[in-house]
């Protein structure tokens, strides 16, 4: 979680540091290297130029059943190619590959925010209109834990600025942002939802006036 450590020894190989903490290796060629090299990209969030190539390789790996993407079948043909790494026999090596191919791509903020975006309702609030007035839609994310797998592959010794926070909560316009941002990103949302602005508010998920459900459009999250 705070830089590449030993992973660079497992991998065997001769490297040169590169900007992102990542790794490149001057002494394999072909799909090893490139295997390799996607390795250290994948568990890093800063990923330079340098790791275009393998990340190009890696996510242009697809398998499809009757016309649709067959994620199954993508994991499995993913972690055969990072297998094809010397360093996939090293101790650890196996669980952090599985890790990897299972939440590469679908763990970030980015991600996350879209697969589960949906819309929650913000009015004044009012002891006398039965109706409320200057009722406001509010993008929000109605998911505020990781699933199991994104855990595994954000949150663990061999990674790099990966790991991601909810700020705020569903109802009232949460979302995923990195670590590092969290801190002034929750300090902005308290200070927007407390206090005598926050409590002049009323949120559902549901439009007071017409019925309409925001909630419904945020989607589940394939657990594979």
């Known amino acids: ?25 001057e002494t394999l060629t072909g799909t090893a290297r490139l295997a390799c090299e996607a390795i250290l990209c994948l568990s890093s969030g800063v990923r330079p130029g340098q790791c275009s190539a393998s ?17 199954s079948a993508t994991v499995n043909a993913r972690r055969a190619f990072l297998g094809m790494c010397p360093a996939e026999t090293a101790a650890g090596m196996g669980p952090r590959l599985d890790a990897i191919t299972r939440g590469a791509g679908k763990c970030d903020a980015e991600y996350l925010n879209t697969t589960y975006a949906a819309t929650s309702y913000r ?47 569903p109802l009232r316009g949460g979302r995923w942002v990195k670590a590092s941002e969290y801190p002034a990103a929750q300090a902005k949302w308290e200070a927007e939802h407390r206090g005598v602005w926050g409590k002049r508010w009323r949120y559902s998920w549901q439009h007071p006036i017409t019925g309409e459900s925001g909630r419904q459009q945020g989607r589940v999250l394939s657990s594979n």
């Open 123 to 169: 009015y004044p609030y009012s002891l006398v209109e039965y109706y409320p007035k200057d009722v406001t839609p509010i993008k929000t994310v109605t998911q505020n834990k990781l699933p199991a797998y994104c855990v595994a592959y954000n949150d663990h010794a061999w990674t790099y600025d990966l790991t991601i926070k909810y700020v705020g909560d």
């Open 55 to 71: 990340l190009n390789r890696y996510f242009d790996i697809r398998k499809y059943h009757k016309g649709a993407l067959d994620w």
């Open 1 to 25: 979680m705070k830089q590449l450590p030993t992973l660079v020894g497992a991998l065997a190989l001769t490297c040169a540091s590169v900007p992102s903490h990542a790794q490149s290796s």
